[in-house]
RNA sequence: GAGCCCGUAGCUCAGCCGGUAGAGCACUUGACUUUUAAUCAAGGGGUCGCGGGUUCGAAUCCCGCCGGGCUCACCA
């Protein structure tokens, strides 16, 4: 069922209305009481609670550097300017954690230095609010690096609580449902989301490097192409078309590619795909695609290597990574076996010998996997590597000699008339990479289509669609090239020993809260 | 979509062979100018996820629903 886009415009986009008009009102919480109290406190004083700026001259990791041979109990003439987020207070407002996102500096409230009006304030402060500190800097007696606080100036009071300040906010729904509050208590969180970031930037720097154009490509699209999978639908109001949120860029870099904007290019961005959530997927999912003229797949698996143990090396120190307990090594050269060939080892069954769909579909069931009596070589050869080999792969591996049939926008291999120039990396039993010898010949991607088309209508919802604009764009002549994709937030999952894809998503995937 | 598990104060948790709710942190008030999970004293705070059932009596047992987690299915 489509959804109705028509009717109040100011009901139609956020689910069921928020009750909006009672959000100021009659305060149901003790904890907000006091502070909404205290913030009249403030502003009685004449102090903006809220202020546009302050004029910082530190941050704590900064001071913890440059002080870090400071004796203890000695005070310097240095003067600066902290800020940060009230964590802790002791001594009734005497000595304050303030946590900037480089560290902790402690700030010494001294009755000598600090104004009636000023004492006045430190005893309206909260644990959360986030303040600015002007003072000296001095070590205590007992090591701590301390800022003796000469102005004191609320950035913005907090009106309600911080979660517990020693074991943090265990909960999984509130860390997902209000990521900030994990954020400012759990540091793993941070780290986690901090990695995330620097992977994604030494995986840009190396393309950059190796001369890779930067491009993107639609969001919305009229088909969804390049990819497998069961997408979401939107809608355009004054197009009055429905638009497909994109399962892959592929088809789209493809025609860059034709047009010749770059030799090399890629797109790190979004994708959705309208499935089932696990630890393992989310909805929107991040994808390095990339592609390369005039080299061929096993250039993609030199530059899966390179992509994958430099974002390791960035992640860590070395190549070498902890997942869950196990130790994996991702040092290139990664091993390297075609499909056929893992299945066998793993099975006994010796999938190249066998020449009918008939045949390869018993030898699969025989093995408990169901297959539709439709399906053919290729889906029964990839159904018993998909459900029997697949989570095996711990160490990394380049798995090559796809089927043909699961392969519409790859070249055949050019021993192997059954099989195709595609390979996917696996690392943990996930799949990490999937890249090809990309097919150029227009000719023969419309027999692909024609053969995708055909499954759709024998009932596989996630077989690709006709693109004919795509194949004139092939007709027009694209270069022998070399694509691939790696998973972002699978790999940032390995490289940051994360057990489930909604650490490594700011904001992931949840059902609205009714 | 299926199975299993979870939901108690703002947070972290205890209580659960049925007798009507507790701790620590946080909060309020007071003491304290060299503390750092500060400490000490006193105090306030709960439709025990929601609804129904069984029962003299339900946080506790049963059913349904909502939300979440894990596993499986889906994700070729």
């Not at 440059?66 to 009230?86: E, H, I, K, N, Q």
């Not at 994958?308 to 990574?321: D, K």
């Not at 053969?451 to 919802?461: I, S």
């Amino acid at each position: 069922m489509l959804p109705d886009f028509a009717g109040d415009p100011a009901t139609r986009y956020n689910g069921p209305a928020q009750d909006w008009q009672d959000m100021t009102g009659e305060d149901d919480n003790q904890f907000r009481a006091a502070r909404l109290d205290k913030l009249g406190q403030l502003k009685a004083l004449g102090v903006d609670p809220y202020p546009y700026a302050f004029a910082r001259s530190a941050e704590a990791g900064v001071l913890e550097e440059r002080y870090a041979d400071l004796a203890p109990d000695s005070v310097t003439a240095d003067r600066v300017a902290v800020a940060g987020r009230v964590r802790a207070m002791r001594n009734g407002g005497m000595f304050i954690d303030l946590h900037d996102s480089s560290g902790k500096i402690q700030i010494f409230s001294d009755k000598k230095l600090l104004s009636e009006q000023q004492l006045a304030v430190v005893r309206l402060l909260d644990l959360g609010d986030i303040i600015g500190v002007e003072g000296i800097v001095r070590r205590t007696r007992r090591g701590e690096l301390t800022v003796n606080a000469t102005e004191v100036a609320v950035l913005a009071k907090a009106l309600l609580p911080l979660p517990e300040k020693y074991h943090g906010l265990a909960d999984v729904e509130t860390r997902y449902r209000q990521r900030y509050l994990d954020l400012i208590v759990n540091e793993d969180s941070r780290a986690v989301l901090r990695q995330r970031s620097r992977i994604i930037a030494s995986i840009r720097r190396r393309l950059v490097e190796r001369g890779f154009l930067e491009v993107e490509t639609p969001m919305l699209q009229a088909i969804p192409g390049g990819a497998a999978a069961k997408p979401f639908i939107t809608h355009h109001n004054a197009l009055d078309i429905d638009l497909y949120l994109r399962i892959s860029p592929e088809l789209f870099l493809k025609r860059l590619l034709v047009g010749g904007l770059s030799d090399k290019l890629f797109e790190i961005n979004r994708n959705f795909r309208n499935e089932g959530i696990s630890p393992r997927h989310n909805p929107e999912f991040t994808l390095l695609e990339l592609y390369q003229a005039y080299v061929d797949y096993e250039a993609m698996m030199e530059m899966t290597e390179h992509l994958v143990t430099e974002a390791a090396l960035t992640a860590g120190s070395t190549t070498r990574i902890v997942y869950g307990g196990k130790a994996i090594e991702l040092a290139a050269p990664w091993r390297r076996a075609p499909m056929a060939a893992l299945v066998l080892e793993h099975t006994g069954i010796d999938f190249l010998a066998i020449d009918s769909a008939a045949v390869a579909r018993a030898a699969a069931r025989r093995l408990g996997i169901e297959l539709a009596d439709t399906a053919d070589w290729g889906h029964a050869l990839y159904a018993v590597f998909n459900t029997r080999v697949e989570s095996l792969l711990i160490e990394p591996i380049h798995v090559t000699g796809f089927p043909r049939e699961i392969s519409p926008l790859t070249k055949t291999d050019r021993n192997d008339p059954r099989l195709t120039e595609r390979f996917e990396s696996f690392i943990n039993g996930w799949e990490i990479a999937n890249a090809y010898s990309e097919l150029n010949d227009p000719q023969e991607q419309l027999v692909r289509f024609q053969a995708q088309m055909r499954e759709r209508e024998l009932g596989d919802e996630d077989a690709q669609r006709l693109d004919a604009d795509f194949v004139t764009a092939l007709e027009h002549g694209m270069p022998p090239a070399g694509g691939l994709g790696i998973g972002i937030d699978r790999l940032v999952m390995l490289l940051t020993d994360s057990p489930s894809i909604r650490d490594v998503i700011a904001f992931p995937t949840l059902r609205p809260k009714g």
